[in-house]
Structures are given as C-alpha cells and as structure tokens.
C-alpha cells in the first residue's frame, strides 16, 4: 500500500479525490513544528530484513517529504544479546506529540521476541523519541 493525499481548499468542507503518493508506508501521523518543518511517522512497509518499522519523514512545505530513516529502539538486541531481525515496530502503532517549538516525541509499538508470552500481543511494548529539526534556511 501507498499513502494518498487529499486537499482541502475551504477547510475541510469539501475534499479532492485521493492521489497515491511515493510513500509505500501506513498509518502516518503529521504535525508542523514551530519553525514551519512539517513531521510525519509511518509505519514503512518492506524495509529489507524488516516488513514493517515506523520511519520520521520532514517536510519543509507539506508536499514534499524526505525519509530521515528509522525510529531508535531501546529494546534492539532481542534473545541472548544478539541482533534479532524480530526485535522491530509493527509500524501499526505510531504518533507524534509536539514537546517545543522544534522538538517532538514519538511513540511506537515494539515487538521483542525475548519478552514473555502470556497473551498474542505481549511479546509487545511501547517505546519513545525524542527529536530536534532544525533547518538552515
């Protein structure tokens, strides 16, 4: 799937058809920071050796977005210490929420699978970043 954009010219009354974007990505959230960059996270779909993993995107004029890559996990290394390509967001569970003018958080869901398992979802766990843009103009 790629997201699609629509465009509102009278807030909100009426909207144009859907166009699908480059973005092979789901479920984003957007906000526009302070300093006019506008922040998306999504969950990107077939990042090699890893189906789903929320990516940060900035904008300088909401049309145009640039993939800054992957959102940090505190949870990495998986079983025994090692790197486990299992260890990675769903990329279904992402948002964002201003902290400063420039900054903002994150948060996602993780999955680990060196967590216990008493229930389907419990090998999974939220996890949080904190970002600054800032952009010479």
């Known amino acids: 799937r790629y997201l699609y954009k629509v465009v509102s010219a009278d807030n909100g009354k009426t909207w144009s058809n859907p166009v699908p974007t480059k973005i092979k990505a789901i479920y984003p959230d957007i906000l526009k920071l302070d ?10 779909r077939d990042v090699p050796g890893c189906p789903q993993q929320p990516h940060i995107f900035l904008s300088k004029d909401g049309e145009n977005f640039q993939d800054m890559g992957s959102v940090y996990y505190s949870r990495p290394a998986g079983w025994n210490g090692k790197q486990d390509p299992r260890c990675w967001g769903t990329g279904s569970s992402q948002c964002l929420e201003k902290a400063s003018p420039n900054s903002f958080y994150v948060a996602f869901e993780g999955s680990d699978p060196a967590l216990p398992q008493t229930t389907p979802y419990s090998r999974h766990y939220m996890d949080f970043n904190h970002f600054e843009v800032n952009f010479a103009k």
Do not use: Q
């Open 35 to 44: 300093n006019g960059i506008y922040v998306m996270v999504c969950g990107v």
